[in-house]
T-cell receptor
């Protein structure tokens, strides 16, 4: 069974204070690892897909990286609008279902 | 391009009743997946439909069912509602690996 563990569960950052979120996973064969952002009362918003170890993707202040056992979401010089819950999910070979972690709740204080 | 839409956005039902939720995928997307999100369990996969056929199913009781129509729109049904069915129900559509989520239907069972 695919498993995803995210840490830390919650994080408070000062504006401009960079940090990283961790996503550890076990999967029989990785088809893709996905990062989403979710704001309260809304559906998850797609951010990145990573397919193989060593891959990196960037979008504005966010950068996602992937190894064979974990992924990191780096937030550089965060702003209050980056406050959200960040969800990590994996998809295994031959399967379209996503297995999600419990999320990293990030609050950026001005 | 319009995103995934879900109706209704909010529902209040009584224990023992049944409910039907609707999802319209992004135009051209043939795969629709359903997820349940609760504070305790996070996001859990319910089932996936592709070309009107259920392609995958999660570990939920038979009270949870779904279907997909020829225009790719999907519905899910929950019969004999229990208090524990209170959750945000999310629909996601996909063309390949990435899944794009709708805003969700907030179901409250009293």
């Amino acid at each position: 069974e695919d498993q995803v563990t995210q840490s830390p569960e919650a994080l408070r950052l000062q504006e401009g204070e960079s940090s990283s979120l961790n996503c550890s996973y076990t999967v029989s064969g990785l088809r893709g690892l996905f990062w989403y952002r979710q704001d309260p009362g809304k559906g998850p918003e797609f951010l990145f897909t990573l397919y193989s170890a060593g891959e990196e993707k960037e979008k504005e202040r966010l950068k996602a990286t992937l190894t064979k056992k974990e992924s990191f979401l780096h937030i550089t010089a965060p702003k209050p609008e980056d406050s959200a819950t960040y969800l990590c999910a994996v998809q295994s070979d031959g399967n379209n279902r996503l297995a999600f972690g419990k999320g990293n709740q990030v609050v950026v204080i001005p | 391009k319009a995103g995934v839409t879900q109706t209704p956005r909010y529902l209040i039902k009584t224990r023992g009743q049944q409910v039907t939720l609707s999802c319209s995928p992004i135009s051209g997307h043939r795969s629709v997946s359903w997820y349940q999100q609760t504070p305790g369990q996070g996001l859990q996969f319910l089932f996936e439909y592709f070309s009107e056929t259920q392609r995958n199913k999660g570990n939920f009781p038979g009270r949870f069912s779904g279907r997909q129509f020829s225009n790719s729109r999907s519905e899910m049904n929950v019969s004999t509602l229990e208090l524990g069915d209170s959750a945000l129900y999310l629909c996601a559509s996909s063309l390949s690996r990435e899944q794009y989520f709708g805003p969700g239907t907030r179901l409250t069972v009293t």
